[in-house]
């Protein structure tokens, strides 16, 4: 078994899915970490297993919350054993999980094709708090005045939390106000900004993306993958020079970021400078010698 390391953004490779969800599930404690290097976790290769899981279940059309039900609910029927979703010999078939034992698909009691979703519930389960519910079903865009029916102001780390539940739903700019608003309440905080500098990547703002990924940075110095993101977008909008320096600054205080070996040798190489791209790329091959991106 390799003892190679995988970050949010290898695993997606792997997975066909996006960095962001990959974040998504580590968030929720699908995912478990093997280290976390100033700030940048990174996965064993046996997290494989439930993340594979995890991405069939979102290709098939689950929504992180409906995966969360299934989750809870394979908990509760084993609540002995840590990560069902990890632990156990389970099937994925459309929507639905399924334990299989003697080359059946079973539910846990024995019967056959028994779906999930049709096992009773206990009146509380998967009952959202006040805040969620006052966002769960709402499509109204975002305002503060939508905190009203909670009877209190918001703290960041509850602004935070919807944020990332608006994220979720695919709402990426209720998200992008929910974060600013946070950041207003709590002060400057650079795991937020690296948050907004993300979702804003993806709205395909990189110039905001750019500065908000400048301010985790200039929050903490130390926050490598924040300089790995403004590298990145700094090599889109072709800026290739600054983006070499923040991949440098990003080397300077995490040598063994194989990510950033591997974009900085492509970034150099678009720069004519294929002695010193080389360097990069053969580092990123002597870390990651079975990454996705290893034949490329």
Partial sequence: MTSERYTSAMFAEL?????????QWYRRGWLR???????????????????????????????NAEIAKKLDALQTLFPGIDRPIATLDLRIDGCDIFLTKENK???TVGQEFFDFAGIPSHPDEYAFSQLDLAFDSSHEPFSPQSFASTGKSPDKDELCRLAWHFEEQGRLEQAVELFRTALAAGGPDASICFQLAELLYR??????ARERYYMAI???????????????????????????????????????????HYHLG????????PIE????????????????????
Avoid: C
């Fill in 15 to 23: 997975l066909e899915v996006s960095p962001a969800m990959v974040r």
């Fill in 105 to 107: 698909l079973v539910d």
């Fill in 203 to 208: 709205l395909d703002d990189k110039t905001a």
């Fill in 218 to 260: 200039e929050i903490d110095e130390n926050f490598v993958e924040a300089r790995s993101g403004l590298g990145s977008v700094l090599a889109e909008t072709g800026e290739l020079e600054l983006s070499v320096s923040a991949f440098q600054g990003a080397l300077l205080h995490h040598p063994d970021y194989a990510d950033v």
């Fill in 277 to 296: 791209a080389e360097h990069h790329l053969e580092r990123f091959r002597e870390l990651m010698p079975n990454s996705p991106w290893a034949e490329k």
């Fill in 33 to 63: 970490e093997a280290v976390v290097v100033q700030k940048l976790a990174y996965f064993a290769l046996t997290e494989l297993l439930p993340a594979k899981r995890l991405a069939q279940l979102a290709k098939n059309g689950l929504t």
């Fill in 266 to 273: 492509k970034t150099l190489q678009k720069l004519g400078k």
